[in-house]
């Protein structure tokens, strides 16, 4: 079925330093890669998305690329701050009412 | 602001006892969702609901049961609460199909004895 690969599960980063996060899917009909942050004791909210007609998009610190050809698709975070510690997860959707997630990967920042 | 409320953020229930987890959004969304969060497997679809009283298997519905009689109310039941049904559960909302943003509630944690 379909299936949403993330890594790394846990990443530590010194603070200003850059993170990446990486994310591979199955369903070559994916077309919608959203990412959302949960912060400890918090609900996942969405921080950016992409769609399978644009290779990247960026949002202040944070960015998305995405590569089709590879079913692949990444995060990046650069000036890393300590408020960035969370877990973040990718996702993939081909349109339809089913959003699947990667595990997670769970960052932290140290100051 | 959406919001996605679930009423119990904290339930311990004994194994075989009937269990009821309710979620309710004020966003007038026609989706509603419920997922298992569980450490190393992420967010897990249980089932969704796209309209009233219309409800469909996610990947792991076994051990649930799900109603929607009301747009803005979706509950899970458990009809015989297990130990491997110990878990946070997350209430889920969305306007459209998989191209919307999904808003969550803040998660119910349910251990099971």
């Known amino acids: 079925g379909e299936n949403v690969e993330q890594h790394p599960s846990t990443l530590s980063v010194q603070e200003g330093d850059s993170a990446v996060i990486k994310c591979t899917y199955s369903?070559?009909?994916?077309?919608?890669f959203p990412w959302y942050k949960q912060e400890l004791g918090k609900r996942p909210q969405l921080i950016i998305d992409?769609?399978?007609?644009?290779g990247e998009k960026k949002d202040q610190r944070i960015a998305v690329t995405l590569n089709k050809t590879a079913k692949h698709f990444s995060l990046h975070i650069t000036e890393t701050q300590p408020e960035d510690s969370a877990v973040y997860f990718c996702?993939?959707?081909?349109?339809?009412?089913?959003?699947?997630f990667g595990a997670g990967t769970r960052l932290f920042v140290k100051a | 602001d959406v919001k996605v409320t679930q009423s119990s953020r904290y339930l311990v229930k004994r194994t075989g006892e009937k269990v009821f987890l309710e979620c309710v959004q004020d966003m007038d969304h026609e989706n509603m969702f419920w997922y298992r969060q569980d450490p190393g497997l992420g967010l897990r679809l249980i089932y969704f609901?796209?309209?009233?009283?219309?409800?469909e298997k996610g990947d792991i519905p076994e051990g649930y049961s799900v109603s929607r009689e009301k747009k803005e109310r979706f509950s899970l039941i458990l009809e015989s609460a297990s130990t491997n049904q110990t878990s946070m559960y997350l209430c889920?909302?969305?306007?459209?199909?998989?191209?919307?943003?999904?808003?969550f509630g803040e998660g119910s944690w349910l251990t099971v004895v």
């Open positions: 996702a993939a959707s081909t349109g339809g009412f089913k959003t699947i």
């Open positions: 369903d070559s009909a994916s077309n919608y």
């Open positions: 889920a909302s969305s306007r459209g199909q998989g191209r919307d943003t999904i808003y």
């Open positions: 609901s796209y309209d009233v009283k219309m409800k």
């Open positions: 992409i769609r399978s007609n644009v």
